[in-house]
Protein backbone atom coordinates (compact mmCIF):
# COMPACT_ATOMS: atom_id res chain seq x y z
CA UNK A 1 0.00 0.00 0.00
CA UNK A 2 0.92 3.86 -0.12
CA UNK A 3 1.11 4.07 3.17
CA UNK A 4 3.32 1.43 3.45
CA UNK A 5 5.98 2.71 0.99
CA UNK A 6 5.57 6.23 2.42
CA UNK A 7 6.56 4.14 5.87
CA UNK A 8 9.62 2.47 3.76
CA UNK A 9 10.23 6.07 2.72
CA UNK A 10 10.86 7.89 5.76
CA UNK A 11 12.37 5.11 7.68
CA UNK A 12 15.84 5.71 5.66
CA UNK A 13 18.85 8.49 6.11
CA UNK A 14 19.01 9.65 2.60
CA UNK A 15 16.97 11.76 0.69
CA UNK A 16 14.72 9.68 -1.43
CA UNK A 17 12.76 11.20 -4.39
CA UNK A 18 10.30 9.98 -6.93
CA UNK A 19 9.95 11.64 -10.24
CA UNK A 20 8.13 11.61 -14.12
CA UNK A 21 9.12 13.35 -16.46
CA UNK A 22 11.33 15.93 -14.10
CA UNK A 23 8.61 16.54 -12.19
CA UNK A 24 8.58 15.28 -8.20
CA UNK A 25 5.76 12.94 -7.58
CA UNK A 26 6.91 11.89 -4.09
CA UNK A 27 9.82 12.92 -1.40
CA UNK A 28 10.21 11.11 1.74
CA UNK A 29 10.85 13.38 5.01
CA UNK A 30 15.00 13.61 4.46
CA UNK A 31 14.98 15.02 1.55
CA UNK A 32 12.50 17.60 2.09
CA UNK A 33 14.56 18.69 4.83
CA UNK A 34 17.71 18.60 2.94
CA UNK A 35 15.71 20.94 0.85
CA UNK A 36 14.11 23.45 3.68
CA UNK A 37 10.77 22.55 2.50
CA UNK A 38 7.96 20.25 3.17
CA UNK A 39 6.98 16.65 1.71
CA UNK A 40 3.56 18.00 0.02
CA UNK A 41 5.02 21.38 -1.09
CA UNK A 42 7.78 19.15 -3.09
CA UNK A 43 5.24 17.28 -5.04
CA UNK A 44 5.21 19.18 -8.64
CA UNK A 45 8.27 20.61 -8.30
CA UNK A 46 10.41 20.49 -11.24
CA UNK A 47 13.49 18.58 -10.60
CA UNK A 48 15.68 21.27 -12.02
CA UNK A 49 14.83 23.75 -9.67
CA UNK A 50 16.55 22.44 -7.13
CA UNK A 51 20.29 21.95 -8.65
CA UNK A 52 22.36 25.32 -9.29
CA UNK A 53 22.76 26.93 -12.26
CA UNK A 54 26.38 25.22 -12.91
CA UNK A 55 24.70 22.24 -12.84
CA UNK A 56 21.14 22.91 -14.61
CA UNK A 57 23.06 21.64 -17.89
CA UNK A 58 24.33 18.37 -16.77
CA UNK A 59 21.16 17.50 -15.21
CA UNK A 60 19.00 18.68 -17.99
CA UNK A 61 21.12 15.95 -20.73
CA UNK A 62 20.53 13.28 -17.68
CA UNK A 63 16.75 14.06 -17.42
CA UNK A 64 16.64 13.65 -21.46
CA UNK A 65 18.50 10.19 -21.48
CA UNK A 66 15.87 9.10 -18.53
CA UNK A 67 12.99 10.12 -20.85
CA UNK A 68 14.61 7.99 -23.86
CA UNK A 69 15.20 4.87 -21.67
CA UNK A 70 13.90 4.85 -18.32
CA UNK A 71 16.07 2.22 -17.00
CA UNK A 72 19.62 4.11 -17.71
CA UNK A 73 22.33 3.82 -15.23
CA UNK A 74 24.00 6.82 -14.21
CA UNK A 75 25.87 5.29 -11.72
CA UNK A 76 26.48 7.09 -8.70
CA UNK A 77 27.41 10.82 -9.63
CA UNK A 78 27.75 14.33 -7.57
CA UNK A 79 25.71 17.45 -7.80
CA UNK A 80 25.19 20.63 -6.19
CA UNK A 81 21.75 21.37 -5.08
CA UNK A 82 20.32 24.35 -3.62
CA UNK A 83 18.60 23.45 -0.41
CA UNK A 84 17.27 24.86 2.61
CA UNK A 85 18.26 28.63 3.86
CA UNK A 86 18.87 28.79 0.03
CA UNK A 87 22.49 27.14 1.35
CA UNK A 88 24.65 25.18 -1.40
CA UNK A 89 24.93 21.28 -0.78
CA UNK A 90 27.22 19.00 -2.57
CA UNK A 91 25.63 15.54 -2.79
CA UNK A 92 26.16 12.14 -4.15
CA UNK A 93 22.59 10.94 -6.13
CA UNK A 94 22.11 7.90 -7.46
CA UNK A 95 18.79 6.53 -9.96
CA UNK A 96 17.16 3.76 -10.92
CA UNK A 97 13.66 2.78 -12.38
CA UNK A 98 10.26 1.76 -10.13
CA UNK A 99 7.16 1.06 -10.68
CA UNK A 100 5.32 3.72 -8.90
CA UNK A 101 1.21 4.22 -9.01
CA UNK A 102 1.13 1.80 -11.87
CA UNK A 103 3.74 3.37 -14.19
CA UNK A 104 7.93 3.12 -14.53
CA UNK A 105 9.29 6.38 -13.26
CA UNK A 106 12.46 7.40 -11.21
CA UNK A 107 13.54 6.91 -8.15
CA UNK A 108 16.93 8.93 -6.59
CA UNK A 109 18.48 8.88 -3.87
CA UNK A 110 20.35 11.56 -2.38
CA UNK A 111 23.04 11.96 0.10
CA UNK A 112 24.59 14.93 1.57
CA UNK A 113 28.11 14.62 1.27
CA UNK A 114 29.13 18.71 2.49
CA UNK A 115 31.43 17.75 4.92
CA UNK A 116 33.09 14.97 3.00
CA UNK A 117 34.10 17.56 0.36
CA UNK A 118 34.90 20.35 2.84
CA UNK A 119 37.46 18.25 4.69
CA UNK A 120 38.65 16.81 1.52
CA UNK A 121 39.51 20.18 -0.17
CA UNK A 122 40.80 21.30 3.38
CA UNK A 123 43.06 18.32 3.26
CA UNK A 124 44.02 18.89 -0.45
CA UNK A 125 44.88 22.67 0.05
CA UNK A 126 47.18 21.30 3.40
CA UNK A 127 48.95 19.08 1.12
CA UNK A 128 49.37 21.39 -1.72
CA UNK A 129 50.78 23.91 0.47
CA UNK A 130 53.41 21.03 2.27
CA UNK A 131 54.55 20.29 -1.39
CA UNK A 132 54.96 23.95 -2.10
CA UNK A 133 56.67 25.02 0.63
CA UNK A 134 59.02 21.29 0.18
CA UNK A 135 59.53 22.53 -3.29
CA UNK A 136 60.91 26.43 -2.78
CA UNK A 137 62.94 25.08 -0.27
CA UNK A 138 64.51 22.50 -2.49
CA UNK A 139 65.29 24.99 -5.10
CA UNK A 140 67.23 27.07 -3.11
CA UNK A 141 69.59 24.74 -2.35
CA UNK A 142 71.40 24.79 -5.01
CA UNK A 143 71.07 28.48 -6.07
CA UNK A 144 74.02 30.47 -6.13
CA UNK A 145 74.66 34.22 -4.54
CA UNK A 146 74.00 35.57 -8.19
CA UNK A 147 70.91 33.72 -8.06
CA UNK A 148 69.26 33.94 -5.02
CA UNK A 149 67.23 37.62 -5.85
CA UNK A 150 65.72 35.90 -8.48
CA UNK A 151 64.79 32.97 -6.55
CA UNK A 152 63.18 35.10 -3.75
CA UNK A 153 60.60 36.45 -6.78
CA UNK A 154 60.17 33.58 -8.19
CA UNK A 155 58.87 32.04 -4.80
CA UNK A 156 56.87 35.08 -3.93
CA UNK A 157 55.17 34.52 -7.95
CA UNK A 158 54.31 31.11 -6.38
CA UNK A 159 52.92 31.97 -3.19
CA UNK A 160 50.87 34.36 -4.56
CA UNK A 161 49.42 32.38 -7.55
CA UNK A 162 48.85 29.46 -4.59
CA UNK A 163 47.20 32.12 -2.47
CA UNK A 164 44.85 33.79 -5.15
CA UNK A 165 45.92 37.24 -4.03
CA UNK A 166 47.08 40.14 -6.10
CA UNK A 167 50.26 40.80 -4.68
CA UNK A 168 52.93 39.33 -2.22
CA UNK A 169 55.46 40.82 -0.79
CA UNK A 170 59.19 40.62 1.16
CA UNK A 171 59.75 44.03 3.68
CA UNK A 172 62.98 44.18 5.27
CA UNK A 173 64.22 46.13 8.46
CA UNK A 174 66.91 48.78 7.84
CA UNK A 175 69.83 48.61 10.11
CA UNK A 176 68.52 50.36 13.24
CA UNK A 177 65.71 48.99 12.87
CA UNK A 178 63.30 51.75 12.85
CA UNK A 179 62.19 51.64 8.75
CA UNK A 180 61.09 48.76 6.36
CA UNK A 181 61.96 49.23 2.82
CA UNK A 182 59.57 47.17 0.24
CA UNK A 183 62.75 45.03 -0.95
CA UNK A 184 60.80 42.35 -3.02
CA UNK A 185 57.67 42.28 -4.63
CA UNK A 186 55.24 40.52 -7.32
CA UNK A 187 52.06 41.37 -8.62
CA UNK A 188 49.46 39.75 -11.03
CA UNK A 189 48.64 40.56 -14.48
CA UNK A 190 47.26 43.92 -14.32
CA UNK A 191 48.21 45.10 -11.02
CA UNK A 192 49.94 48.12 -10.25
CA UNK A 193 53.33 47.46 -7.99
CA UNK A 194 54.33 49.36 -5.33
CA UNK A 195 57.42 49.14 -4.17
CA UNK A 196 59.46 51.96 -5.37
CA UNK A 197 56.17 54.12 -3.03
CA UNK A 198 57.00 51.70 -0.10
CA UNK A 199 60.57 52.91 0.96
CA UNK A 200 62.11 54.06 4.26
CA UNK A 201 58.47 53.26 6.36
CA UNK A 202 58.40 54.58 9.82
CA UNK A 203 57.48 51.49 11.60
CA UNK A 204 56.48 53.89 14.57
CA UNK A 205 53.34 54.75 12.78
CA UNK A 206 52.28 50.91 12.99
CA UNK A 207 52.65 49.99 16.95
CA UNK A 208 50.20 47.46 16.82
CA UNK A 209 51.66 45.38 13.63
CA UNK A 210 55.69 46.28 15.56
CA UNK A 211 54.41 44.71 18.26
CA UNK A 212 53.71 41.50 16.74
CA UNK A 213 56.25 41.28 13.94
CA UNK A 214 58.84 42.15 16.87
CA UNK A 215 56.98 39.34 18.94
CA UNK A 216 57.92 36.83 15.74
CA UNK A 217 53.51 36.61 15.69
CA UNK A 218 51.60 35.87 13.06
CA UNK A 219 49.74 38.71 11.75
CA UNK A 220 46.19 37.71 9.25
CA UNK A 221 43.94 40.58 8.74
CA UNK A 222 41.29 38.92 6.20
CA UNK A 223 39.52 42.44 6.43
CA UNK A 224 40.49 45.56 7.41
CA UNK A 225 36.66 45.86 9.48
CA UNK A 226 38.27 43.28 11.63
CA UNK A 227 41.35 45.43 12.94
CA UNK A 228 41.47 46.39 16.57
CA UNK A 229 41.18 49.88 17.51
CA UNK A 230 44.86 49.92 18.69
CA UNK A 231 45.82 49.01 15.15
CA UNK A 232 44.07 51.65 13.29
CA UNK A 233 45.54 55.19 12.35
Known amino acids: SEERFRALLDGTFEGILIYDKGKIMAVNNAAAELFGSD ?15 ECKADITDKLTMVKQNPDVDFGKFETKIRGKNNEVFDVKVY ?8 KKVRVVAIRNITRQKKAEKELQYRMDLENLITNISTSFINLTPDE ?30 KKINNSYEWCADGVKPH ?23 QVYVPSLDELPAEAKF
Open 95 to 102: GRSLVFQG
Open 195 to 217: LKQLQQIDISKFPWFYKKIKAFE
Open 39 to 53: VEQMKGMNIIDLVVD
Open 148 to 177: IECGINSALKRIGEFAGVDRSYIFLFTGVG
